[in-house]
T-cell receptor
Framework: DGGITQSPKYLFRKEGQNVTLSCEQN?????MYWYRQDPGQGLRLIYY???????QKGDIAEGYSVSREKKESFPLTVTSAQKNPTAFYLC?????????????????FGAGSRLTVL | DQQVKQNSPSLSVQEGRISILNCDYT??????FLWYKKYPAEGPTFLISISSIKDKNEDGRFTVFLNKSAKHLSLHIVPSQPGDSAVYFCAASASGNTGKLIFGQGTTLQVKP
């Protein structure tokens, strides 16, 4: 079955530690995204990548970093500089990279990773 | 600056009745609108979309209506079923804006048996 796998599902971190969330997709999608969900705030875009070795900041990129060395993988690192890291993190991918979308840009989401900072 | 707003945090309806979820937006450059459904501890799943050149799109029990002049869209679910109980997100994108989706805050729908 094609899909997006996020790991770990739950993660606890001490303040001052960096943590990396994994996102792997086997949908052969070009574009990948990281969103963050907080209560009452919907989903906010952290980073996105249209192609391998390229990525762009979203609306709330501060304190986060990403890499896109392979088409299938888009890991997110939550650094100690992120002031409020406790949240539910969602990875997504889409078949058309932004800019070549001929219709609605339908994102497929993973199951999410819940990060709690102790 | 909240470009996509869902002003009702929650909605409760009886099984078999109509559920109407609302969404407002401010950016007139949005050309596609999407609805996603999300269960707790899971990722959102795509439900239905509509292009800005249309005013209605229907898929089974789900219909989305778009009123461009009012910058308002709504999702109708008829008839509502208990399995529809979830959080519903409205999202929008603009072709010239890399296609990234801007999401609303979400509305929690509870369908009572």
């Amino acid at each position: 079955d094609g899909g997006i796998t996020q790991s770990p599902k739950y993660l606890f971190r001490k303040e001052g530690q960096n943590v990396t969330l994994s996102c792997e997709q086997n949908l052969n999608h070009d574009a990948m995204y990281w969103y963050r969900q907080d209560p009452g705030q919907g989903l906010r875009l952290i980073y996105y990548s249209q192609i391998v070795n390229d990525f762009q900041k979203g609306d709330i990129a501060e304190g986060y970093s990403v890499s896109r060395e392979k088409k299938e993988s888009f890991p997110l690192t939550v650094t100690s500089a992120q002031k409020n890291p406790t949240a539910f993190y969602l990875c997504a991918s889409s078949i058309d990279p932004p800019g070549r979308v001929s219709g609605a840009n339908v994102l497929t989401f993973g199951a999410g990773s819940r990060l709690t900072v102790l | 600056d909240q470009q996509v707003k869902q002003n009702s945090p929650s909605l409760s309806v009886q099984e078999g009745r109509i559920s109407i979820l609302n969404c407002d937006y401010t950016n007139s450059m949005f050309d596609y609108f999407l609805w996603y459904k999300k269960y707790p501890a899971e990722g959102p799943t795509f439900l239905i979309s509509i292009s800005s050149i249309k005013d209605k799109n229907e898929d089974g029990r789900f219909t989305v209506f778009l009123n461009k002049s009012a910058k308002h869209l709504s999702l109708h679910i008829v008839p509502s079923q208990p399995g529809d109980s979830a959080v519903y997100f409205c999202a929008a994108s603009a072709s010239g804006n890399t296609g990234k989706l801007i999401f609303g805050q979400g509305t929690t729908l509870q369908v009572k048996p």
